[in-house]
């Protein structure tokens, strides 16, 4: 009799926890103020740096969503083996990074998106500062809590220069602060959507 008592409280204080968790997302880049003009061009997708775990996922979606804004002129890199670039892109790259890659790719757009965490204690210099339309609240940098983070950055080959540049972080927090320890596909995705949501809201197809 017991037995059958328990079982269903442990269920249903799982499912009470589980509901009370939420990804909570930051913005840091407000000066990107305008999106990215889908009209034209050859598109190539570079080598998604990620985490083995996530890595292929969210390439899948990546391709996916990119792929409504341009059909068959989007192509992954991983699935040319003719082309001369390195497999790590830097961010924010000088222009003859930009260039050398129209040069070894003969592509006119480029999409290079890197994934990594951090943990809080390298990011209380910028709590409670006013970022992107709001201030940082200390519970979202809490005390020994680990930020998953998304950036996502365009280039124009043929100009040589970045054309749209995003990043987002991300954690899980429930009532009782930020709870994520390792990382979590969820929350890495939930960064990248909120970067597609910009991306959506400002730009022209």
């Known amino acids: 009799m017991k037995k059958n008592i328990l079982f269903p409280l442990l269920l249903s204080l799982n499912i009470y926890f589980s509901s009370c968790s939420r990804g909570v997302y930051q913005k840091e880049i407000p000066t990107q103020t305008t999106g990215i003009d889908f009209s034209n061009g050859k598109w190539l997708l570079g080598n998604i740096d990620a985490d083995y775990s996530i890595k292929e996922k969210l390439t ?3 391709v996916k969503d990119f792929s409504k804004y341009l059909n068959n002129r989007l192509v992954n890199s991983l699935n040319d083996n003719s082309l001369l670039i390195a497999n790590k892109i830097p961010l924010n790259p000088s222009k003859s990074v930009i260039l050398d890659l129209k040069k070894g790719t003969n592509y006119d757009y480029f999409i290079n998106i890197k994934y990594h965490n951090e943990n ?3 990011l209380n210099s910028i709590a409670g500062k006013y970022i992107d339309n709001f201030t940082v609240d200390q519970y979202y940098y809490g005390k020994n809590s680990n930020y998953y983070i998304i950036q996502l950055e365009v280039y124009d080959l ?3 220069q970045i054309v749209y540049s995003q990043r987002v972080r991300g954690a899980l927090r429930d009532n009782g602060g930020i709870t994520t320890s390792k990382p ?3 929350i890495v995705i939930g960064c990248y959507q909120v970067i597609m949501k910009d991306i959506a809201m400002k730009s022209r197809n």
């Open 184 to 186: 979590i596909k969820g």
């Open 120 to 122: 809080s204690r390298s």
């Open 60 to 62: 899948q979606i990546v």
């Open 158 to 160: 043929n100009l040589g």
